[in-house]
């Protein structure tokens, strides 16, 4: 500003006198900092200017002001700046705002923005938990009654229907989930997390995944294993390379699917290349739009969001994507994440072994749950499986029924947003208090983002579960925490 001022009236512009005032004015309703300019001639010394950011900062009309006195603008701090003619008659005195005052409000302002911004995400993120976990509901119970409906379903024709209605319920979960991500994606709640990991722990989790897809569908999957170490959200690139395997095995119907990885310099390309159909030129970009099915749409398809979100979280993480396709022979999809310059973090945790039958020992379980589709979905199939069932809707209820009938589960059930004072997690903390043992317990969640306990939960032996909770692992979870309450016991 100092500069300015001294670059403006140095200089053969000092012999123009009363020149320089209009060519200050017009310079000055450019200037980022608020300034005022006063008549040091006249009694007072009357503003005769302010320029429109000084106007803006003080929150005044700059044609009101005009004739106050300098010294009583409103707008706080001034530095007061002498303008005198050549022969050093003063003419004019400059105020400019405090620079310190106009950083305070710049940062108090940026500061407001921020929170404001805050306040918008954490709602958006409370709004779609409380969706997803609204949603989530009758999807678990109708798969639980489906589930139940197992033993008793015998006939084939009957069996062929049921097979049917778990395939459309498979189905409309993964239609679900898609556009759950869709939205938090452009709801701008989806956050990327990168570490350093082995790039091999992903491939091996994946492969244990989709290996049974592709045999059940006679193709042969080849993984090819790779050491390096890579930085990235291990949990989003997750969700890319089962879009590209998905699609893999759902578009291949016949050969092998190839998944591995590629070095290129500084980066590494991950590949899914498959010995299906194939993609016409005229189509490589369009499959990555919203809705896009391709000329080649099958059953149970969905809703052409897969590759969609592909492209949107690999915006996300700041990978690039590459297709290369040959119509008849095949594809070649590909994400390409950078290599780490340091060693890795930690590995990634194994994936849970495949659920298995198992023999359900006879035991108690209390279900806490305040939907009565699930409470009931879940006591049905429960006892299908011979378990002995207390259901309740609430955390008073069960411990109610604790007290009066003398019950002492195995197992607790609870979901996690029950709607009483701390959820869930308080009602199997006064639970396990109220039978003062560690009795293993389970929350039930519908929350698309929690992917284990939260962090106030202290309880012992407590697991999440996410909804809708696959029938068979949870017959296998209760089968391994039944064993592991009756070892406890010493029984």
Known sequence: MLSFLNDLWGGERRSRGEGIIDEMQLAMDALPIGVALADATAVGDPVVYVNPRFAEVAGVNAKQ?????????????????????TGGKLLRRLGVLSEARELRRIVAEMTRRSEEAERTSLAKSRFFASAS??????????????????????????????????????????MFESMLDMSRIEAGVLRAEPRIFIVNDLLERLEVEFLPQATDKGLRLKVVRSSAAIHTDPALL??????????????????????????????????????????????????????FQGRQRRAAAGMGLGLAIVRRLADLLGHGLQLRSVPGRGSLFSVVVPLAEGPPIDRLPAEDPAPSAGEMPAGRVMIV?????????????????????????????????LHGEGLRPDVILADLRLPEPGGGVRVIR??????????????????????????????????????????????????????????????
Request: proline letters at 4%.
């Open 65 to 85: 002001v005009i004739g106050m006195p300098l010294g009583a603008l409103p707008g706080g701090e001034m530095d007061i700046f002498p303008v005198r003619d």
């Open 133 to 174: 976990h609204d949603l989530r509901q009758p999807l678990q119970a109708l798969a639980l009654f489906t589930s139940a409906l197992d033993t008793h379903v015998t006939s084939t024709q009957g069996r062929t229907i049921l097979g049917a209605v778990k395939q459309s319920l498979a189905t409309m979960d993964q």
């Open 238 to 291: 997750a969700r890319i390379l089962r879009n590209f395997l998905s699609n893999a095995v759902r578009y291949t119907d016949r050969g092998k699917i190839i998944f591995g990885c590629l070095r290129r310099g500084p980066k590494l390309a991950i590949c899914v290349g498959d010995s299906g159909s194939g993609i016409a030129e005229d189509q490589r970009q369009a499959i990555f739009e919203e809705y």
């Open 369 to 401: 749950d305040d939907d009565q589709a699930v409470r009931e979905g879940l006591s049905v199939l429960l006892k299908e499986w011979g378990c002995l069932v207390t259901a309740a809707a609430s955390g008073s209820e069960a411990l109610a029924r």
């Open 430 to 491: 006064d639970l396990q208090s109220a039978l003062r043992s560690e009795i293993p317990a389970f929350l039930l969640t519908g929350d698309a983002e929690l992917a284990e306990a939260p962090a106030d939960v202290d309880v012992h032996r407590c697991a999440i579960l996410r909804k809708p909770v696959n029938p068979l692992r949870l017959r296998a979870i209760l089968v391994e925490a039944m064993a592991l309450r009756r070892s406890s016991d010493g029984v």
